[in-house]
């Protein structure tokens, strides 16, 4: 493995908080809990698109870029990380976000305005155009746009999340403790791709679990299939021989709900329960989403009473004022 070579942007602070859940286990009564704080990774209110950005702008640095290019949802968290990272490194920013404009700008949203990017809306059905449009457009103004993909994921990206592999197993030698599952919400398959990468190239001998949180199982591996092709990408990028396949890769399914971004009961009650027993806020559509299967999980029995088990918190807090209507209320 060869991290050296790659050109990499320090913009995350770094380790993250490893925090045990102690009240919180014992009102469930085992298993051991743990979280991963990548909530706190410290750009802009932090979250995981920090870890791939440091390499994806470190990139855009290296070859002379002007200005970011990426697209998303009207609350992107990969899309405000994306404009603060810009700002941070005197780059602009371009973002094209599907979806309707809201009357007022909040949550994510009204971030990326204050952080300075320029906002197209589209259809979502045209991004791959109106990508190539704007790319055009600005070379012909003489720019130097770089563009990155939907959530920070292919391979370079990727990097980020093998390199917090690396630091998480720094961490469990340093506490000389075990950690027998890894649980998080998955979407565009970045950060699962590096973490099952850094897992290998790590000698992490816990379970990689990621939750699906807008997918349902359509039994034909098409997700892990992207998932492992991803982690060879970043496998390429480190120079390393390591290859994954699919049997590799776990995803669990069924927590979809109402579908991405439509917060249910699973949600609301992770996001509470958390911030009750223990001062953390989740975000209503990736980690609210994943932490309530992890407790659905839990409450089936799937992990031991003794074994530990590990919450990566990969952000999104934000979002949760752009969802005040749903999560407010008096119980
Ligand atoms: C983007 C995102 C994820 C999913 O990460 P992927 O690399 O796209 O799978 C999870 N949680 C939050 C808060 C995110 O913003």
Redesign the pocket.
């Known amino acids: 493995m060869n991290l050296e070579s790659l050109p990499r942007v320090r913009l995350a602070q770094l380790p993250t908080p490893l925090i045990r859940l102690e009240r919180l286990s014992r009102k469930l009564n085992g298993p051991h809990l743990w979280i991963k704080r990548d909530?706190q990774t410290g750009l802009a209110f932090g979250?995981?698109?920090t870890r791939?950005l440091e390499f994806l702008v470190g990139e855009a640095l290296a070859q002379g870029a002007d200005t970011l290019v990426t697209l998303g949802v009207g609350q992107?968290?990969?899309c405000r990380?994306t404009a603060a990272a810009a700002a941070a490194t005197g780059l602009r920013c371009e973002l094209l976000l599907n979806g309707q404009p809201p009357e007022w700008p909040n949550g994510n949203l009204l971030l990326d305005e204050l952080l300075g990017a320029q906002v197209h809306w589209i259809e979502r059905a045209q991004r791959a155009e109106k990508l190539r449009e704007l790319e055009t457009s600005r070379r012909e103004e003489g720019r130097k746009p770089y563009l990155i993909p939907?959530?920070?994921?292919n391979g370079l990206?990727?990097v980020g999340?093998v390199i917090a592999m690396l630091e998480l197993q720094e961490q469990l030698r340093a506490l000389s403790q075990r950690m027998d599952h890894l649980v998080?919400?998955?979407?565009?398959?970045?950060?699962?791709?590096?973490m099952a990468l850094g897992a290998r190239l790590a000698g992490f001998t816990g379970r990689v679990t990621?939750i699906s949180?807008d997918r349902n199982d359509p039994g034909q591996f098409e997700f892990e299939d992207e998932i492992a092709h991803l982690a060879n990408a970043g496998a390429k990028q480190l120079d390393s021989a390591a290859r994954l396949t699919r049997e590799d890769v776990e995803v669990i399914y069924g927590y979809r709900g109402a579908g991405y971004g439509i917060m249910g009961e699973l949600e609301r009650e992770a996001i509470r329960l958390l911030a009750r027993e223990e001062g953390i806020l989740l975000?209503p559509?990736?980690?609210g989403r994943?932490f309530g299967a992890l407790l659905d999980l839990i409450r089936q029995g799937r992990f031991k009473r003794d074994e530990s088990v590990l919450f990566w918190?990969?952000?999104?807090?934000p979002?949760l004022f752009a969802y005040a209507r749903e999560l407010s209320g008096t119980t």
């Not at 939907?150 to 994921?153: L, N, P």
């Not at 918190?313 to 807090?317: C, E, L, N, Q, V």
Request: net charge neutral; glycine share 24%; hydrophobic share 30%.
């Open positions: 909530d979250g995981n698109k791939k992107s968290n990969h990380q939907v959530g920070g994921s990206g990727a999340y998080f919400a998955s979407s565009s398959g970045g950060t699962q791709a590096g990621g949180i975000d559509v990736y980690a994943a918190h990969t952000g999104g807090a979002a």
